[in-house]
Antibody, heavy 118, light 106 residues
Framework: QVQLQESGPGLVKPSETLSLTCRVSGASVSSGNYYWSWIRQPPGKRPEWIGYIFYTGSTNYNPSLESRVSISADKSKNQFFLRLTSVTVADTAVYYC??????????WGQGTPVTVSS | DIQMTQSPSTLSASVGDRVTITCRASQNINIWLAWYQQKPGEAPNLLIYKASTLESGVPSRFSGSGSGTEFTLTISSLQPGDFATYYCQQYNTYSRTFGQGTKVEI
């Protein structure tokens, strides 16, 4: 059974950097069949794809966030990470990590709420 | 960027009704479309991929169709647990974009 679990601070100050971790069990981030993804959902709005990392280490990001986002992975710990710099109140959302099976995101974490506020 | 537009935004229905939701893409995405169900406080749950392929474990009352720029999700007989918000998502390119959602309410 694949499980993903997000962790990180629930409150970040404007202009600071948001850092989140996704711990994966039941699957390997070294697997070549999946993109390990971050998605966020502002309150009452649609999900927004942030980006993903492939097992090779290659990444792709949402063009609207590309200048501020980076995704990395630690294969030894079977984890991957999100880093979003220069946050504003518009970055307030529930952040999900997910396994993109190249045919839809077939496993999601439970989500972690992040509020940007001073 | 490929834009995804769903209609309607809200749909009122009753248990047993046949329900259809439409999703339109701003450009041709072939069959690279997924549908998700999301209930309050939960993550989205994958229902259908490749426009019409049912994810394992999803009841057969859910079905999807379409290709190119126009797609539909149909629930043949609405059940109490189906009252939720539904999103389409394209994956034609390296990026992914979601529709704005359709809330199915009683």
């Amino acid at each position: 059974q694949v499980q993903l679990q997000e962790s990180g601070p629930g409150l970040v100050k404007p202009s600071e950097t948001l850092s989140l971790t996704c711990r994966v069990s039941g699957a390997s981030v070294s697997s070549g069949n999946y993109y390990w993804s971050w998605i966020r959902q502002p309150p009452g709005k649609r999900p927004e794809w942030i980006g993903y990392i492939f097992y090779t280490g290659s990444t792709n990001y949402n063009p609207s966030l590309e200048s501020r986002v980076s995704i990395s992975a630690d294969k030894s710990k079977n984890q991957f990470f999100l880093r979003l710099t220069s946050v504003t109140v518009a970055d307030t959302a529930v952040y999900y990590c997910g396994r993109d099976a190249l045919d839809g995101i077939d496993n999601w974490g439970q989500g972690t709420p992040v509020t940007v506020s001073s | 960027d490929i834009q995804m537009t769903q209609s309607p935004s809200t749909l009122s229905a009753s248990v047993g009704d046949r329900v259809t939701i439409t999703c339109r893409a701003s450009q041709n995405i072939n069959i690279w479309l997924a549908w998700y169900q999301q209930k309050p406080g939960e993550a989205p749950n994958l229902l259908i991929y490749k426009a019409s392929t049912l994810e394992s474990g999803v009841p057969s009352r859910f079905s999807g169709s379409g290709s190119g720029t126009e797609f539909t999700l149909t629930i043949s007989s609405l059940q109490p647990g189906d009252f939720a918000t539904y999103y389409c998502q394209q994956y034609n390119t390296y990026s992914r974009t979601f529709g704005q959602g359709t809330k199915v309410e009683i």
